[in-house]
C-alpha cells in the first residue's frame, strides 16, 4: 500500500496554533482570583490546577543556580539559528508577532513549534485531557511530555522553572512520535537558558 505524504505549510500551522489556543483556553478549569496582564494560555495547554494524578504535584521543579524569573526571558532569542541548524532542527527566525510570552518557528513543510514562557503556572497547572502525560527530566530541570493531548502529531515538552512557573515546548507535524523527537531537541536548547 502506498502512504500519501501531506505537507504541512506555514499559514496551516499559524491557524492550527492559533486555534489550539482558543479551544485549549475553554478546557481549563475556573480557579479564583483576579486576572493580570502575566496570565495567559497560548499553544501548549490552559491554565488550571490538573484534574489528572500525573500532573506533576509530588515534586517540585528544580532551577538552576542563576535562579531569577523567566519573564524577563525573550521566547524568540532562546534558540538561535546557528543552535537550531546545529540540532538539524531545519529552521529560520522565530515569530512572536502573535504573542510576546511566546515565539513561533516552522520547518517548510514538516512541522511547526512554538515555545511559551507561563510565569505564572508551573508543571502542577498542566492539563492533561486527553493524551499520555509523563515525568521526563530536561536538562537540570523537572519535566513533563505531554504526547497527543492537542490531537495525534502533538506533542508538548513542559520545563519546569519553579513550582510557579515553566516553558513550553509544543510540536506539531504528521506523527506523535516524531513530534516528541523534535520537541525534545528544541527543549534541550531552551533548558539551560532557563533560570
Same mark, same amino acid.
Given at each position: 500500500?502506498?502512504?500519501?505524504?501531506?505537507?504541512?505549510?506555514?499559514?496551516?500551522?499559524?491557524?492550527?496554533?492559533?486555534?489550539?489556543?482558543?479551544?485549549?483556553?475553554?478546557?481549563?478549569?475556573?480557579?479564583?482570583?483576579?486576572?493580570?496582564?502575566?496570565?495567559?494560555?497560548?499553544?501548549?495547554?490552559?491554565?488550571?490546577?490538573?484534574?489528572?494524578?500525573?500532573?506533576?504535584?509530588?515534586?517540585?521543579?528544580?532551577?538552576? !543556580?542563576? *535562579?531569577? /524569573?523567566? $519573564?524577563?526571558?525573550?521566547?524568540?532569542?532562546? =534558540? +538561535?539559528?546557528?543552535? &537550531?541548524? @546545529?540540532?538539524?532542527?531545519?529552521?529560520?527566525?522565530?515569530?512572536?508577532?502573535?504573542?510576546?510570552?511566546?515565539?513561533?518557528?516552522?520547518?517548510?513543510?514538516?512541522?511547526?513549534?512554538?515555545?511559551?514562557?507561563?510565569?505564572?503556572?508551573?508543571?502542577?497547572?498542566?492539563?492533561?485531557?486527553?493524551?499520555?502525560?509523563?515525568?521526563?527530566?530536561?536538562?537540570?530541570?523537572?519535566?513533563?511530555?505531554?504526547?497527543?493531548?492537542?490531537?495525534?502529531?502533538?506533542?508538548?515538552? !513542559?520545563? *519546569?522553572? /519553579?513550582? $510557579?512557573?515553566?516553558?513550553?515546548?509544543?510540536? =506539531? +507535524?504528521?506523527?506523535? &512520535?516524531? @513530534?516528541?523527537?523534535?520537541?525534545?531537541?528544541?527543549?534541550?536548547?531552551?533548558?539551560?537558558?532557563?533560570?
Amino acid at each position: 500500500m502506498t502512504r500519501m505524504r501531506t505537507s504541512v505549510t506555514r499559514p496551516a500551522m499559524v491557524v492550527v496554533l492559533a486555534a489550539l489556543t482558543v479551544s485549549l483556553a475553554g478546557c481549563s478549569q475556573s480557579s479564583g482570583g483576579t486576572a493580570k496582564p502575566g496570565d495567559y494560555s497560548t499553544p501548549g495547554t490552559a491554565a488550571s490546577q490538573s484534574s489528572s494524578p500525573t500532573g506533576g504535584n509530588s515534586s517540585t521543579p528544580s532551577t538552576s !543556580s542563576s *535562579g531569577g /524569573s523567566i $519573564s524577563a526571558l525573550k521566547p524568540c532569542d532562546l =534558540i +538561535t539559528p546557528a543552535e &537550531a541548524s @546545529a540540532a538539524g532542527l531545519g529552521i529560520g527566525a522565530g515569530d512572536n508577532s502573535a504573542d510576546p510570552h511566546g515565539c513561533m518557528w516552522t520547518a517548510s513543510g514538516q512541522y511547526s513549534a512554538g515555545v511559551t514562557l507561563r510565569d505564572s503556572q508551573g508543571l502542577k497547572d498542566i492539563v492533561a485531557d486527553q493524551g499520555k502525560l509523563s515525568t521526563v527530566p530536561v536538562g537540570k530541570h523537572d519535566g513533563r511530555r505531554l504526547e497527543g493531548n492537542a490531537g495525534a502529531g502533538s506533542c508538548m515538552v !513542559s520545563i *519546569g522553572v /519553579s513550582s $510557579s512557573s515553566r516553558a513550553d515546548v509544543l510540536v =506539531i +507535524t504528521e506523527d506523535t &512520535a516524531q @513530534a516528541c523527537q523534535t520537541a525534545d531537541k528544541f527543549a534541550k536548547l531552551v533548558e539551560p537558558k532557563l533560570p
